[in-house]
């Protein structure tokens, strides 16, 4: 059974930095491509970024050279770090995994965590 | 960057009913449109992709169509637990955007 566990949000002041951690089970992260989409409160979800099984990384305009996805092959973790954090980054942020499809394309999410929220106050 | 839009943002309907949904892409995304639903205080769940492709375990009373701008996903017969918001999705390039949702209640 797939299953994803996001940990890591919080409060934090603006500037301030925190890393989510997204573990991994039922399926194996660095074989797939894996995503980090966010929602702010009653808002729509918004992707955030991606990660490739062959390391190439994507982000949203909004967070580019502020936020950084990674992974731990060995623990089957994905990492979000984010930087420089700002009032409009308050969310929660799930992990999902993407789903690769025979009619081709990525950016669908078929399986979600439960999400972490991340508030971003003073 | 491609903008999605769906319609209405907000429903009313019987059970029974047949409801449908709109999403209109700023420019034509060929058929790389999934839809979601998220029922209160819950994650998104993954319904369609591909613009009319059923997701495995999704009940066949969910249907999508589309290709190009203008996409449609209907309810055949509502029932109550599909109280919840929908969101559209082009997935054709990055950045991977959403629609701002519809809201379907029961009449």
């Known amino acids: 059974e797939v299953q994803l566990v996001e940990t890591g949000g919080g409060l934090i002041q603006p500037g301030g930095s925190l890393r989510l951690s997204c573990a991994a089970s039922?399926?194996?992260?660095?074989?797939?491509?894996m995503n980090w989409v966010r929602q702010a409160p009653g808002k729509g979800p918004e992707w955030v970024s991606v990660i490739y099984s062959g390391g190439e990384t994507y982000y949203v305009d909004s967070v580019k050279g502020r936020f950084t996805i990674s992974r731990d092959n060995s623990k089957n973790t994905l990492y979000l770090q984010m930087n420089s954090l700002r009032v409009e980054d308050t969310a929660v942020y799930y992990c999902?995994?993407?789903?690769?499809?025979?009619?081709?394309?990525?950016?669908?999410?078929?399986?979600w965590g439960q999400g972490t929220l991340v508030t971003v106050s003073s | 960057d491609i903008q999605m839009t769906q319609s209405p943002s907000s429903l009313s309907a019987s059970v029974g009913d047949r409801v449908t949904i709109t999403c209109r892409a700023s420019q034509g995304i060929s058929s790389f449109l999934a839809w979601y639903q998220q029922k209160p205080g819950k994650v998104p769940k993954l319904l369609i992709y591909t613009a009319s492709t059923l997701q495995s375990g999704v009940p066949s009373r969910f249907s999508g169509s589309g290709s190009g701008t203008d996409f449609t996903l209907t309810i055949s017969s509502l029932q109550p637990e599909d109280v919840a918001t929908y969101y559209c999705q082009k997935y054709d390039r990055a950045p991977w955007t959403f629609g701002q949702g519809t809201k379907v209640e029961i009449k």
């Open positions: 999902a995994k993407g789903l690769v499809v025979v009619a081709g394309g990525s950016g669908i999410f078929d399986y």
């Open positions: 039922g399926f194996t992260v660095s074989s797939n491509y």
